[in-house]
């Protein structure tokens, strides 16, 4: 294939980014903006040894499969690479990837049980942050193209609750009437550059806004108009942040109101700080913790060890039915949240350590005793060798692993498939919609 010549093709799946995949001539196309089952002309801008990477320029013959919506998706940016494939079949998809990467890997054709969707996948994000940038001297606010630095302006964002599009529309309207400076990524210059966003399931909001400098002019101001034109924001930081790589820098100022958001799983409260981990899908989260709590089979004999314990959120909604849980985290915040989050539940038998999981696994078990089951949440990038190198050494009867990337995970089951483990369920829960993300929760056995 030729960069800058033009083909056409079928596509006929998604890759993990959600770039739609076509076959010619043996070799894969991944190619953007389309879906299963369009017939696409493209462009081809990109050769690589194993595949090249096409820019669509006209559907030629639409999906079946296609969802038609009133709102334009085109203005969502790339965070939401499946929201034009029907809500079922980006379902089966998310089944599909699990299925393959769990073959792959593993080479064992696993039964998977049927991915728990939503019933409205809409409106479920807790969490977001939205960048602030400038675009033909206009001041913007919205969302990354994929793969680029250009911000597409929002007014809506039918992902986040509905408090979210008013508290842009409030701060936008703030930085026009004070002609307040949007961060210029180009030319290094300009102050405000995210808004942060987090909500709780009774819709109240906390605000964080990022900038580049300490000061923000007509500060007070902005206040006064977000409570006001909301009623609904309860708490607002500002955070300092001269990377351009990362959303959040290390300083947080509290500017107004209450310093935590609280919110609950089941009964569980938890004070949710500007950086606290939580899960974003509040509507999904506390059926991802059932399905945990009930492949752990909890008894009041169990001591539970919960690794990447986070917030402590898995650790205390299952601390009532175990005798006693331990949790291990590398974020020294998360734990100082997660042992709040316990004295503030009245729950004494969750203890929470801060440092590496794979340190810190030999010595606790001499001080807290060895765990017979152990619940496992890593992040994206898996467990690895060394953690569960340790967790085999441990011995636990019983290991439930939950797992954002069914890649790695399928990478460490077959770590402990090859220690004396055998999965015997696997169920997804879809906490993501119209991304290519999926959670899912394995029981394994000794």
Not at 183 to 194: S, V
């Amino acid at each position: 294939m030729e960069i800058g010549k033009k083909y056409n093709g079928e596509v006929i799946d998604f890759n993990s980014e959600g770039l739609g995949v076509i076959k010619l001539d043996k070799k894969v196309v991944f190619v953007d903006s389309c879906i299963i089952g369009d017939v696409v002309e493209f462009e081809i801008i990109e050769e690589k040894k194993n595949y090249s990477i096409g820019k669509a320029i006209n559907i030629i013959k639409y999906s079946d499969l296609r969802e038609k919506y009133e709102f334009d998706t085109t203005k969502l940016g790339g965070g939401v690479p499946l929201i034009e494939l029907k809500y079922e079949e980006q379902l089966k998809w998310k089944e599909k990837k699990i299925r393959n990467d769990l073959y792959k890997i593993c080479r064992i054709e696993y039964e998977i049980d049927p991915i728990l969707g939503m019933n409205h996948p809409f409106r479920y994000r807790n969490n977001t942050q939205i960048p602030v940038g400038v675009k033909n001297g206009e001041k913007i606010i919205g969302y990354y193209k994929r793969k680029s630095n250009e911000i597409v302006p929002i007014e809506e964002d039918i992902l986040q609750k509905e408090i979210g599009d008013r508290i842009i529309k409030s701060i936008k309207e703030w930085m026009d009437q004070y002609n307040i400076e949007a961060y210029d990524r180009q030319n290094k210059k300009g102050n405000l550059k995210h808004i942060g966003i987090r909500t709780n399931q009774d819709s109240l909001a906390m605000v964080i806004l990022v900038t580049q400098t300490k000061e923000i002019p007509h500060k007070n101001e902005l206040i006064h108009k977000l409570v006001r034109d909301t009623g609904s924001v309860i708490s607002i930081y500002q955070n300092i942040n001269k990377d351009d790589k990362a959303k959040y820098g290390k300083e947080f100022i509290h500017l107004f109101g209450e310093e935590f958001l609280v919110d609950y799983i089941g009964d569980i409260k938890f004070n949710i700080s500007p950086e606290s981990f939580f899960q974003t899908n509040s509507f999904q989260t506390e059926k991802l913790y059932s399905i945990v709590k009930k492949y752990l089979n909890p008894s009041k004999k169990d001591l539970v060890y919960d690794l990447y314990s986070g917030i402590g959120s898995i650790a205390l909604f299952v601390a009532n039915d175990v005798g006693k849980v331990i949790g291990i985290e590398y974020i020294k915040s998360a734990v100082s949240d997660a042992k709040r989050n316990a004295v503030e539940n009245n729950i004494d038998n969750a203890h929470f350590y801060h440092g590496k999981v794979e340190v810190l696994l030999p010595e606790l078990q001499k001080k807290e005793g060895k765990p017979n089951k152990v619940i496992l949440d890593p992040p994206r990038s898996g467990a690895g060798k060394n953690t569960l190198s340790e967790i085999v050494n441990l011995n636990p009867e019983t290991i439930v692993y939950v797992s954002c990337e069914s890649a790695t995970l399928a990478r460490d089951l077959r770590i402990l498939l090859e220690n004396g483990y055998r999965v015997e369920r696997i169920k997804p829960v879809d906490m993501f919609p119209h991304t290519t993300e999926v959670e899912t929760v394995a029981l394994l056995q000794k």
